[in-house]
């Protein structure tokens, strides 16, 4: 994402800073995605096992 400066002074040093911020952005917004990808993959695991732990002691609560 970037915006293409046609001209040269404060508007183009502007535009710039605007880039170096959609960069800045952007390069949060993935490692934002990264985290939520690896907590829902861990929430996942965490499902399975409550899910597989409380079939097995199903035999034990019921006798």
Not at 14 to 39: C, F, H, P, Q
């Amino acid at each position: 994402m970037s915006i293409v400066a046609n001209s040269i002074g404060p508007k183009a040093d502007m535009i710039a800073a605007g880039n170096e911020k959609l960069d800045n952005i952007a390069k949060t917004v993935d490692v934002m995605r990264s985290i939520i990808e690896v907590l829902s993959y861990v929430k996942g695991c965490i499902s399975w096992e409550v899910k597989r732990v409380v079939h097995l002691s199903r035999p034990v609560l019921v006798f």
